[in-house]
C-alpha cells in the first residue's frame, strides 16, 4: 500500500516540497497491483488529516498480524510513523519511506529508508501513488494548481474526491470489463452512471 501527500495549492516558492502548516492538503492511499484507491484525506498538513484517511483506510484493509505484516510505502513526511502506531503495532508493519526532500530542497538520488519491519530497499517506492496523485489532478479540475477552479471548500472537494473514489474503483477499466474494485473482490461487474444513479441505498 502506498501513501502520499500533496498540496492543493503551491506556495510562492519553488523550493518548498511540501505545504506549510495552514494550507490544505488531500492524503491519498492506492493498493499496488490491483491500484484500488483505498482512503484518503482533506484538512490541514497534520496528523489529523492522516488521521481522517486511516479512519476510512481501515474499512477495506484486513488487520495485519505478525505472519501477514501490512506493506506501507510513503514520502518522507515522518508524522506517519506515529500515525501509524496509532492504528497498527509495529510488528505488524512493513513499512518504509522514500525521501525525497529535505528542508525544502530535493534530493537526488531519493533516499529509501527502512522505518518498521524489514521491508526491501527496491520495494520502498512511491512511483505509483505519484502517477495516481497526477491523475486525480488531471480529471478533478478543484486539484489543479494555479487556476480559478482550485478547491476553496473543504466540504465540496471532500465530495468530489468520494465520488471520484466510486468512479475510479467500480467504473474505470484498468484493462477491458476489470476495474480495480474486480481484482479486489468488491464487485462483480464493471459499474455505469445508470447502475450508480439508481442504486437503493440500504439504511440501517
Known sequence: ??????????SKSDNDIFPKPGETVV????KRGSLFFTAFGVGLWDKNTLRLMFNKFEDYVRQPTY???LEIYSDGNND???VLLEYYNKDCLCYGQKIKSKDGKKIMPPIRKKVYGNPKYQDINTNTIECFNGILREHLSRLVRKTKCHAKDEYALNNTLFLFQFYWNFMH??????????LEKQATKV??????????????
Do not use: C, S
Not at 492524503?27 to 492506492?30: G, L, P, Q, V
Open 1 to 10: 500500500m502506498d501513501f502520499y501527500q500533496k498540496k492543493q495549492k503551491r
Open 27 to 30: 492524503a491519498t492511499a492506492i
Open 67 to 69: 505472519k501477514n505484516k
Open 80 to 82: 506517519y510513523t506515529t
Open 173 to 182: 477499466e484498468l484493462k477491458k470489463n476489470v476495474t480495480p474494485a474486480i
Open 191 to 204: 459499474w455505469t452512471w445508470g447502475n450508480f444513479l439508481h442504486a437503493k441505498i440500504k439504511l440501517y
